[in-house]
């Protein structure tokens, strides 16, 4: 497994913007694929966005899809979410997690996971 850790969240006003950014403890490309989920208080975790390294190949929920962009930085062994027009509806604990025996498409399948960051958007 893959020792995942989140950082970037907090409060923040609707409409504003906030970057998470996930550290790993080996490079992010050789893992198969990472990606963000969350879970609001009473909700079960859903899934954000994904990538996978081979290709390229990005996706995202409805819900956050043309306001949030996932990305990586492999030198530095982390992926980010870029969060722009944040609502209140994106109050949730956003984890990261990673692909790292075998790759089982984006939305599921994660075998690493990172202990969460809160993101609070106020209205």
């Known amino acids: 497994q893959v020792q995942l850790v989140e950082s970037g969240g907090g409060l923040v006003q609707a409409g504003g913007s906030l970057r998470l950014s996930c550290a790993a403890s080996v490079p992010v490309f050789s893992t198969y694929a990472m990606g963000w989920f969350r879970q609001a208080p009473g909700k079960e975790r859903e899934f954000v966005a994904a990538i996978r390294w081979s290709g390229g190949i990005t996706v995202y929920a409805d819900s956050v899809r043309g306001r949030f962009t996932i990305s990586s930085d492999n030198a530095k062994r982390t992926a980010a979410l870029q969060m722009n027009s944040l609502k209140p509806e994106d109050t949730a604990v956003y984890y990261c997690?990673?692909?790292?025996?075998?790759?089982?498409?984006?939305?599921?399948?994660?075998?690493?996971w990172g202990q969460g960051t809160q993101v609070t958007v106020s209205s």
């Open positions: 997690a990673a692909q790292s025996r075998v790759y089982t498409g984006l939305k599921t399948g994660y075998d690493s």
